[in-house]
């Protein structure tokens, strides 16, 4: 049609209409008037911008139709017009594309927490509820509109990570970390949905690797189960993991637990306690109906309260209805007074002067924060370009008070809500290929929170560690430096600085170097570790035993033997422990009337909490009990087996 229309028109053209398309093909190969190159985006005046326009993009950008039927000089001036008309709608299209072109984000972590789900005191099992679910995968469709493919720049900004995977998910540019924790896993599998929707409903057609591994050589397209799902890998770790600290710093940590215990004692918290007991005493029958002792319902326990009357608000009608939202305010206000005395008060000590052990949560938070920033710098951005932490409130408002946050935002004083984002992300304010990862002097962190998972919440910046507003981004080299002073940087430090009893910490720890400072010295020869030289000790005793007990046997004729004993019979059972993981509940409501009661001395199994709760002894046959015996008529166990006790065989005599 374009060489028809140049037929037709060849003597239309006119100078005027020639200089309007020179400008364009200059435009359009990034020259200004005097054929310098320049970069897209810049603000070099042109035709477009004085008319508001968007700058237009090289012709590289354009589709290849229209790249392959540009008119070249000596055609006419309809095919130049309608050439150029083509060029700005294609422009215009690309325009996400061309606008971004001011800053490059090379590495994000994202903090969230976990959705709705049931409560620590309830009866039932604490796990993700569909809402809850719901919650995390809005809340992934969000970072997907952010950093892989916009759709809503207007509300939740547009900065596309670098050259990351837009349809299917590149295990090698994300990662993912969760606590194993039901309620928190599953918020992570959720959020990935969101982030990496399935294959069929993401237009994967696009994708050439997708369309790649999905044919088959007869033809036919085989799509990925549950009409495309996506498998992220997403590491959960438990207490037992040394990794754990990462994402729950205060869990198993003896001084956090020291320190939380001499909140109750102090008159901040003698004073609310007294204030609020009328409070907390109005809503014990109307919302508890006795499943709790009165006793136990107040201010000590003001987040479990909190989480179960919202739990009901939300889904118990009957407990909607007796409650007010003011009532239900209140209760969230206290419990984040409670939470963040115990949590964010960074003049608390625990077993050394000053290392703010109440956060110990944020410190060890913000060490995987800057740990993850420099893998991205250590593998060229090609890894860590996306990181997903998955935890519950406790290091957010840790890591909140450390950044210094509540000092300049009333918000960050407390809870963060269901679903909440703390991201940090590390850009360039230039355009910078993939081919030239920047140079850490060009590199900045800034600070952004998006408090639930409503839609009207926007993704918002802050000014970290006492800048002023004016200033939200700052060089990473002083987001380093800001953050070295306020993480615990090892497993060894951690172990050290809480005095903690975790199954991994004799491994990273060394006693002998331990000082009142609070340094942590690793030994060059790891064979020099007390736990390794145990091992090795016990492994060489049980060798040198195997020995001795082969010679006397092949020598002497030792033979063991299990004697009768008719007084004793097996039984297939014995004690069913409470099998509680890292953030189990300690507070349990017992349905009938149950009572519970507070321990607020020693260390507490589950969720760290000072001032946890243990069941009474009518919740002992829940928690422990016998397997049935061995059903009668089945052969029992070894002490009925009758055994003929014969002299050991001589070395001459045959069997």
Aim: charged share 15%.
């Amino acid at each position: 049609m374009l060489r028809a229309t140049r037929e037709a028109t060849a003597k239309d053209e006119d100078e005027g209409t020639s200089s309007l398309y020179s400008s364009l093909d200059r435009l359009s190969h990034g020259q200004d008037g005097d054929g310098e190159l320049r970069e897209a985006g810049s603000s070099s005046s042109s035709f477009l911008e004085v008319l508001g326009l968007s700058p237009i993009v090289p012709v590289s950008h354009l589709p290849s139709a229209l790249r392959e039927e540009r008119p070249r000089s000596s055609g006419s001036t309809m095919a130049r017009l309608l050439w150029a008309a083509l060029c700005l709608s294609a422009c215009f299209q690309l325009e996400v594309v061309a606008s971004n072109g001011s800053e490059t984000i090379w590495s994000s972590v994202v903090i969230t927490r976990n959705g709705d789900s049931i409560p620590l005191i309830s009866n039932d099992p604490t796990v993700l509820t569909p809402l809850g679910a719901q919650q995390l995968f809005s809340a992934g469709a969000v970072f997907r509109d952010r950093y892989i493919a916009p759709s809503n720049a207007a509300t939740y900004g547009e900065s596309i990570i670098n050259e990351i995977s837009t349809y299917q998910i590149d295990n090698s540019q994300t990662f993912a970390l969760s606590l194993l924790d039901e309620y928190v896993a599953a918020s992570a599998q959720a959020f990935v949905q969101g982030l990496y929707p399935p294959l069929n409903n993401s237009f994967s057609s696009e994708d050439p690797i997708i369309t790649a591994i999905s044919l088959l050589a007869n033809g036919s397209n085989i799509a990925f189960p549950l009409g495309g799902y996506q498998y992220a890998n997403i590491y959960a770790t438990s207490s037992l993991d040394p990794y754990s600290i990462w994402l729950a710093g205060q869990t198993n940590c003896n001084g956090f637990l020291v320190s939380g215990s001499e909140y109750f004692e102090t008159p901040e918290y003698l004073s609310v306690a007294a204030a609020t007991q009328d409070f907390y005493q109005s809503i014990a029958t109307s919302i508890f109906g006795g499943e709790l002792p009165s006793t136990d319902i107040n201010y000590h326990n003001a987040y479990y309260i909190f989480d179960y009357v919202n739990y009901g608000f939300i889904h118990n009608k009957t407990i909607h209805d007796r409650i007010t939202e003011d009532q239900l305010a209140q209760l969230r206000t206290l419990a984040d007074q409670w939470e963040f005395a115990i949590n964010g008060n960074l003049s608390a000590s625990g077993y050394y002067n000053g290392d703010r052990i109440r956060s110990i949560a944020g410190q060890t938070l913000a060490a995987e924060i800057l740990g993850l920033f420099l893998n991205s710098i250590e593998t060229g951005g090609s890894a860590s370009k996306l990181n997903l932490l998955f935890t519950t409130f406790d290091p957010m408002i840790s890591l909140a008070s450390l950044i210094g946050l509540p000092d300049m935002y009333e918000q960050f004083f407390g809870l963060p809500d269901l679903g909440s984002s703390m991201v940090f992300e590390m850009f360039t304010s230039a355009n910078v290929s993939s081919d030239n990862y920047p140079s850490v002097s060009e590199l900045q962190v800034r600070f952004l929170f998006r408090n639930g998972t409503n839609s009207t919440m926007n993704l918002d910046e802050y000014p970290i560690f006492g800048n002023p507003e004016t200033i939200m981004a700052m060089s990473l080299e002083d987001f380093s430096t800001s953050i070295e002073a306020i993480m615990t940087a090892t497993i060894g430090q951690w172990c050290d600085v809480c005095q903690s009893d975790s199954v991994f910490c004799p491994a990273y720890t060394n006693t002998t170097n331990s000082t009142s400072d609070n340094t942590y010295t690793s030994p060059t020869n790891p064979a020099s570790r007390p736990a390794i030289a145990g091992i090795i000790g016990a492994i060489i005793a049980l060798i040198v035993a195997g020995i001795v007990l082969a010679l006397a046997m092949l020598l002497f004729g030792v033979r063991f033997h299990r004697r009768p004993n008719p007084k004793r019979r097996s039984h297939l059972g014995g004690f069913k422990g409470a099998e509680k993981m890292a953030s189990d509940p300690d507070l349990t409501a017992l349905k009938g009337g149950a009572g519970a009661t507070i321990v607020r001395e020693g260390q507490t199994q589950g969720h760290e909490r000072v001032g946890s709760w243990e069941l009474g002894e009518g919740s002992k046959g829940k928690d422990f009990g016998v397997l049935p015996s061995v059903a009668e008529g089945q052969r029992p166990s070894f002490e009925a087996d009758e055994e003929m006790h014969r002299e050991p065989v001589k070395m001459d005599e045959r069997v």
